[in-house]
């Protein structure tokens, strides 16, 4: 199963700008495996980093190669590693007597099979954690679907961090989500996409969060998803609103996303690139 630090990697959700289970890109596959398969032909390399302020000091990297096999299928090799900065140990004064090294990193890998509209992804990771002197280790293995039953509908669902042991489950997130076309216009004489969010996520002793977004795409040049989550930490409830935009010029994806923290805690900022080296 999942370390127990691999908690620090929800921080990392808050930056989501649409539902997990719909994410897209590269790197996108670290909440649904299905993600990688919205690539065409060739290779492509992902790039995210997630930053939160001072006050909570939690860090993350995720990074990722995703290579076609033919149409229909698509691997991916990805790690990732988030940890909390400037914790310092000390005795009987203030002094700093070192630091004392919190960290979740682990290596996946895994693929996508597309069969028409639908995509079904799987990724297995092997995680590594550090919380001062203990260590902890475990091995997880997810399975994702995206499927368009028709043209303005999409539907999506994931497992994150689930146990290959099927016993402790109170890392393991289970995502959805659904996608609809609302309108296609045509603003400043460029085809356009107006569309309405829905995401639900769930985990053991914390029941369900929900989410409600909008996203606008210009072609595929320009996005900007907008976000709000019903969401649970410690017995407390509170809405937090996220936002995202996203730019393609030529073979590169560029991506940012910013999201309140509950309890006034501060944003949680994302920044990603996707490269497509041989599309």
Do not use: K
């Not at 954690?129 to 280790?137: K, T, V």
């Not at 996203?215 to 996220?242: I, N």
Request: hydrophobic share 45%.
């Amino acid at each position: 199963q999942a370390p127990a630090s691999a908690d620090l990697w929800r921080l990392a959700a808050t930056s989501l700008p649409g539902p997990a289970a719909l994410e897209t890109g590269i790197t996108g596959a670290f909440w649904n495996p299905a993600a990688a398969g919205d690539r065409g032909l060739g290779l492509g390399v992902g790039l995210q980093m997630i930053e939160t302020p001072d006050i909570i000091g939690v860090s993350g990297l995720l990074a990722a190669v995703t290579y076609a096999l033919g149409s229909s299928t698509r691997v991916l090799v990805m790690v990732g590693r988030t940890d909390i900065s400037d914790l310092v140990r000390t005795t009987t004064s203030a002094t700093s007597e070192g630091e004392i090294p919190v960290y979740e990193q682990h290596v996946a890998a895994g693929g996508v099979l597309r069969i028409g509209t639908l995509r079904v992804g799987a990724l297995a990771r092997a995680h590594d954690a550090r919380f001062d002197a203990d260590r902890s280790n475990g091995i997880t293995a997810d399975l994702g679907v995206r499927w368009t039953p028709i043209a303005p509908l999409t539907l999506a669902a994931a497992t994150h961090f689930f146990p290959v042991n099927l016993t402790s489950r109170e890392t393991t997130d289970y995502y959805a989500g659904v996608e609809y076309l609302i309108r296609s216009p045509r603003i400043l004489d460029t085809p356009s996409r107006v569309l309405a969010r829905y995401g639900v996520s769930h985990r053991e002793g914390n029941g369900f969060e929900h989410g409600l977004g909008l996203g606008l795409a210009l072609a595929d040049r320009l996005r900007a998803d907008a976000l709000v989550t019903r969401e649970l930490a410690y017995g407390v409830a509170a809405w937090r609103p996220s936002v995202g935009v996203a730019f393609r010029v030529g073979r590169y994806a560029l991506t940012a996303a910013r999201a309140s923290g509950l309890n006034g805690l501060g944003a949680t900022y994302r920044i990603g690139l996707d490269v497509d080296v041989i599309p």
